[in-house]
């Protein structure tokens, strides 16, 4: 099982606030230098699901961790968006951030991680924008939309959030996240994790289980990507099982498929070891 590892050297003074195209705040941490690797998180939490990647991989990448709309420092001025705004706003921060510092060409192509919530805005990014990508990686995630029952419980949990809050309408949620052995165990990733959800506020969650519930389906485009793509899931991970997650990640060619050991739905959190050292070989590979 992958441990806890000491920060290298976490620096997060590389805290930017870009004014979006619309007056919003787009709220993005950035560390290191080298080819650009964003990572985009996943519900409902902010960059600091990223701790152990921008900390670690910042040694070799331009590790840029960006928070979506009302997340973290990021404002939510318009709350009915969709996961493809969400892909324009990586695009935006691409254009402002991944430009080589030691030439004036820009460094178009990067790596894009994104992680249950981020792999489906990952997806949205790869139809509209897949030039621009070198490699892509889904984290946790998966590629179907929901069904009937499933877009109702996001919009119950919108309502509820709107209603009774952010903390009633997340109940239960870290143990569907977590392993069983983070919850009763990890004392500090578990409060970690409570933060990022706790501190969101409830107009972001009814904002987000809305435009989750209205995600297309990416089954039948799964074959069309052409990209180097990456499949990572945890072996406890209830959200996005190993089983059923292989089977989809067999429907784009040559992808890389690993279960992380140890870790449920939060693999960079709770495996941050194996999931560093995974992407160090896909981004070596690739680059
Ligand atoms: C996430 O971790 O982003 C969520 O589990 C995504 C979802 O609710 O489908």
Redesign the pocket.
């Known amino acids: 099982m992958d441990m806890e590892t000491p920060y290298r050297r976490l620096d997060l003074s590389h805290r930017l606030s870009l004014l979006g195209p619309r007056g919003n705040t787009l709220s993005v941490i950035a560390a290191g230098n080298g080819p650009a690797l964003m990572l985009l998180?996943?519900?409902?939490?902010d960059h600091r699901l990223w701790l152990k990647q921008l900390d670690h991989l910042s040694d070799t990448y331009h590790v840029i961790a960006p928070e979506f709309r009302g997340f973290g420092n990021s404002t939510l001025d318009e709350p009915n968006y969709t996961l493809s705004d969400l892909a324009d706003d990586v695009e935006y921060i691409r254009t402002h951030l991944t430009n080589d510092r030691d030439s004036q060409t820009p460094d178009k192509q990067f790596v894009l991680c994104g992680?249950?919530?981020?792999g489906?805005v990952a997806l949205e990014y790869w139809l509209r924008f897949r030039a621009n990508l070198s490699g892509l990686i889904l984290a946790?995630?998966?590629p179907q939309a929901d069904d009937e029952a499933g877009r109702s419980a996001?919009l119950a949990m919108a309502e509820k959030a709107r209603t009774d809050g952010t903390r009633e309408a997340l109940r239960g949620m870290p143990e569907?996240?977590l392993s069983a052995n983070s919850i009763s165990h990890r004392r500090e990733l578990r409060s970690l994790v409570e933060d990022m959800m706790f501190s969101t506020e409830s107009n972001t969650i009814a904002a987000a289980?809305t435009a989750?519930s209205g995600r297309r389906d990416f089954n039948s485009h799964l074959s069309s990507i052409d990209v180097p793509t990456l499949v990572i899931t945890g072996e406890h991970d209830l959200?996005s099982p190993p089983d059923s997650t292989k089977q989809w990640a067999s429907a784009i060619k040559d992808a890389k498929f690993k279960i992380l050991s140890g870790s449920a739905?939060?693999s960079p959190l709770e495996s941050p070891n194996e999931f560093n050292s995974v992407i160090r070989e896909f981004c070596t590979e690739i680059t």
Do not use: E
Request: positive net charge; charged residues 15%; proline residues 5%.
């Open positions: 998180h996943g519900f409902p939490l992680l249950s919530m981020g489906y946790n995630t998966k996001r569907k996240l289980q989750m959200l739905h939060l």
